[in-house]
Nanobody
Framework: QVQLVESGGGLVQAGGSLRLSCAAS????????MAWFRQAPGKEREFVAA????????YYADSMKGRFTISRDNVKNTVYLQMNSLKPEDTAVYYC???????????????WGQGTQVTVSS
């Protein structure tokens, strides 16, 4: 069982940066692949980035490559999403998710956080 709590969202100007955190309450965090998704009002949830259990394997959606970086600290039971060069279209609620086994880019994850709002102004 894993409980995920996101934080770090807020209001930022276009071109700015934010660092999201996802703190996990659980005994087996290091065994899980972790991912970030986002969802804007009226739109489907979309994949953002994922990291394998060790953090060595990462994958990004095409629109995030070169701007977003996912990382994890298995000692602190926390996964991060560093977001740079933010655009208004990045505005969404960002969710973290956990999955036993390898990463996937679908919503086939076992545990989900409640989300944190990111708003990017022009």
């Amino acid at each position: 069982q894993v409980q995920l709590v996101e934080s770090g969202g807020g209001l930022v100007q276009a071109g700015g940066s934010l660092r999201l955190s996802c703190a996990a309450s659980g005994r087996t965090f290091s065994r899980y692949a972790m991912a970030w998704f986002r969802q804007a009002p009226g739109k489907e949830r979309e994949f953002v980035a994922a990291a394998g259990s060790s953090g060595g394997s990462t994958y990004y959606a095409d629109s995030m490559k070169g701007r977003f970086t996912i990382s994890r600290d298995n000692v602190k039971n926390t996964v991060y999403l560093q977001m740079n060069s933010l655009k208004p279209e990045d505005t969404a609620v960002y969710y973290c998710a956990a999955r036993m086994r390898s990463i996937v880019i679908t919503n086939a994850y076992d545990y989900w956080g409640q989300g944190t709002q990111v708003t990017v102004s022009s």
